[in-house]
């Protein structure tokens, strides 16, 4: 089966970005496609690769880029969303006129268009959030 | 056309589970996580909720209750499924509706 996914909180801010993790593990352990994941809100949050959570601690969007390495994912990005929190891609940050960029592997930023498409290509979608 | 309904707060902190129980249609399935797994547990007025709830059935997921340490006070009729389970729910169910 097919399933979308929708992440609208950050990471270590509840529980939902790891909820969503395990599940989309889960999916895929037991042969399900992920069609896409969707950050929105807070979840863009998961994308940035600057993050240096404690050695002992798990690297939620480390996670999440190397689920997508090994399962060729979609990692999709709210492009509004991102931008209000500071998360930029090359292209973003070269059109804003930023000194740098913070998008890790694996994701990339587009529009809410893809969380419909999502909607509509996958046999379920499931919100994980705040 | 069933529904699964995934409560993640704590029936301490809002009344979403109630609200979903009020609303949610016979033949459909709540799953309870992350502080949702609270109202699983005996003895509490969503227990009463979970009780008098006809016609729907009520998952909670069990490493969510083993990492707040209350899988022993666990109250009747609850199934406890993992995320594998949580899976088989999600395919298994039309709709999911997350009451966030």
Not at chain 1, 46 to 58: F, G, H, I, K, S
Not at chain 1, 73 to 83: E, F, G, R, S, W
Not at chain 1, 97 to 115: C, Y
Not at chain 2, 18 to 38: Q, R
Request: a negative charge.
């Amino acid at each position: 089966m097919k399933f979308g996914i929708q992440i609208n909180e950050g990471p270590y801010q509840h529980q939902a970005a790891d909820s969503a993790y395990q599940f989309a593990k889960a999916a895929l352990a037991n042969g399900h496609e992920i069609f896409r994941v969707f950050f929105y809100h807070d979840g863009v949050n998961n994308a940035t690769r600057l993050a240096v959570p404690p050695q002992d601690d798990r690297n939620v969007g480390q996670l999440w880029s190397d689920l997508a390495k090994e399962h060729n994912l979609d990692l999709v990005v709210c492009i509004a969303a991102a931008q209000r929190r500071g998360l930029l891609d090359e292209d973003e940050a070269k059109r804003q006129g930023k000194d740098a960029n913070n998008i890790a592997e694996g994701f990339r930023i587009s529009g809410l268009g893809q969380l419909i498409e999502a909607g509509i290509e996958s046999d379920r979608l499931v919100v994980f959030g705040a | 056309m069933s529904t699964l309904h995934t409560v993640n707060k704590s029936p301490f902190e809002t009344n979403v589970l109630e609200i979903c129980i009020s609303l949610a249609k016979s033949g459909s399935t709540v799953l309870l996580y992350e502080d949702g797994v609270y109202a699983a547990t005996e003895g509490t007025r969503a227990a009463v909720a979970i009780k008098n709830a006809n016609g729907i059935s009520f998952c909670v997921l069990g490493p969510d209750l083993q990492a707040r340490g209350i899988e022993g006070k666990l109250a009747n009729d609850i199934k406890v499924v993992d995320y594998d389970g949580f899976v088989d729910l999600v395919a298994g169910h039309d709709t999911i509706q997350a009451w966030l």
